[in-house]
């Protein structure tokens, strides 16, 4: 467990500006601090929101961006103070790389709530140092050990990648809502989101309903899992529906309207919100009087993740997912944008 004290060399690709695209990127990883972890990367998933900060969707891109927070690789050495993991572990990094682990949130194993705020895998700022952070579109990575999570032997790496963010986001609130044998759910959104949630409720015993505007994924979502199939669109199907879910586990990633997904919910029922909606149309607070809950969710921490994982590993849960070369990441977010992905994009980083 000796610890390395020189920088890294490393490659990856990164966007540069809002419009420059993808292209490779040279770069430094920090030494090793004695609580670091050096992780040779496999494979990385590919998330709405890496599209979302390469092109500034946000506002918030500091540039050059390296983006990829569903991370998957190797440990290939460790700084001296490291206990939990050893070089040759299979490990993966999610969301967040650093917290204070300190205050009352990250103390209640919710580092994702960090009071004194959590440090984003990229685009993030690093606690220490002030330096930017650089994500997993890259051939190495360096973490604090705590951020590093273990991958159960019998989960693929490639499969495992995209848990780390499409996983927890929708495994959290189900988990956190008590979802389980007798519960009923609707899953709004059929995309990288919408699959696991219907896949991880389905394992969780929940009786499943996909609620999509058009028959076009009524076969996929039954292939999935879903029980059922409920068209939006279809009034007097809507209406039959009213105050039949304990959940609408919402992923839809666009503006739209939320207020017909309530009126679905019984007394207590929750309509999550997981997919990234900068602005929601108005909505008339009457809809809300029979109890119902409006609320988000953002990804999970760190022990709820580790035990995310190990769930997967143990029912036989898995994205569906197309394996790309990492030059071919250009095309792919083109084809995210115009949801041509079933379901979730990831990088061969072997391919770098």
């Known amino acids: 467990m000796a610890s390395q004290t020189n920088e890294y060399p490393a490659k990856g690709y990164a966007a540069t500006s809002p419009d420059s695209g993808m292209a490779p990127f040279s770069f430094t990883r920090r ?50 103070g490291v206990t939990r993991h050893a070089v040759g572990d299979r490990v993966a990094i999610g969301c967040m790389v650093d917290a204070c682990m300190e205050c009352d949130h990250c103390k209640a194993d919710l580092e994702q709530y960090c009071r004194n705020g959590m440090t984003g895998t990229y ?35 490639d499969l495992a990648a995209p848990l780390l963010c499409a996983g927890i986001t929708t495994y959290s609130p189900l988990r956190q809502w008590k979802i389980g044998p007798g519960s009923k759910v609707a899953v709004a959104g059929l995309g990288g989101l919408g699959h696991m949630g219907v896949k991880l409720a389905v394992a969780m015993g929940a009786h499943v309903t996909v609620l999509s505007r058009s028959e076009d994924k009524r076969a996929d979502a039954l292939a ?40 679905l ?20 607070t009457g809809i809300l009087l029979g109890r119902k809950i409006l609320t988000g969710s953002g990804i999970g921490g760190l022990a709820e993740t580790q035990e995310m994982l190990d769930f997967c590993a143990e029912h036989g849960i898995a994205p569906e997912i197309e394996t790309i070369r990492m030059e071919e990441v250009n095309t792919a977010y083109d084809r995210m944008e115009a949801s041509d992905v079933k379901y979730r994009f990831v990088i061969d980083m072997a391919t770098l």
């Open 31 to 80: 030494g090793l601090r004695p609580d670091d972890v050096l992780i040779d990367i496999s494979h990385c998933g590919i998330c709405h929101s890496d599209l979302h900060t390469a092109r500034n969707d946000w506002g918030r891109t500091t540039y050059p961006v390296v983006p990829g927070h569903e991370i998957v690789g190797t440990v290939a050495a460790v700084g001296e």
């Open 123 to 157: 685009n993030g700022k690093d606690r220490q140092d002030g330096s930017i952070t650089y994500g997993g579109y890259s051939d190495k990575i360096v973490c604090r050990e705590e951020f590093v999570l273990k991958v159960p032997e019998t989960l693929p790496s």
């Open 224 to 263: 999935l899992g879903a029980q059922d199939f409920l068209i939006t669109t279809d009034k007097d199907a809507m209406r039959a529906a009213a105050g039949r879910f304990d959940m609408v586990l919402n992923t839809i990633p666009v503006r739209h309207d939320v207020a017909p997904y309530l009126l």
């Open 265 to 284: 919910l019984k007394v207590d029922g929750v309509q999550v919100i997981v997919g990234m909606i900068e602005k929601m149309p108005e909505l008339h």
